[in-house]
Nanobody, 117 residues
């Protein structure tokens, strides 16, 4: 079993920045074996993939809507994945979820990000 806890969400003005963190824990966790991703879900919309990072951190992928603005990274020594979000837009407003995948999916509880003036 893997537990994921997100933090770092909040209210920010357009053009601002936030850094989300997701800390993983679990008695059988081998964090470095998991592919980690960030998803988001806005009101009335389906959950969508924002960014993903391979188990070693050597490969990343991003939704077109966040390329060149968001950066995903991981620290396997700290069992943590990050999402640095710059140049935030109102359309980035959503609940952001951390996902860990190795054979099955694990999800965090989500953290709210609101971009508004």
């Amino acid at each position: 079993q893997v537990q994921l806890v997100e933090s770092g969400g909040g209210l920010v003005r357009p053009g601002g920045s936030l850094r989300l963190s997701c800390a993983a824990s679990g008695s059988t966790l081998s964090f470095r074996r998991y592919t980690m991703s960030w998803y988001r879900q806005a009101p009335g919309k389906e959950r969508e993939l924002v960014a993903g990072i391979s188990s070693t951190g050597g490969s990343t992928n991003y939704a077109d809507s966040v390329k060149d603005r968001f950066t995903i990274s991981r620290d396997n020594a700290k069992n943590t994945v990050y999402l640095q979000m710059n140049s935030l837009k109102p359309e980035d407003t959503a609940v952001y979820y951390c996902n860990a995948f190795r054979l099955i999916d694990y999800w965090g509880q989500g953290t709210q990000v609101t971009v508004s003036s």
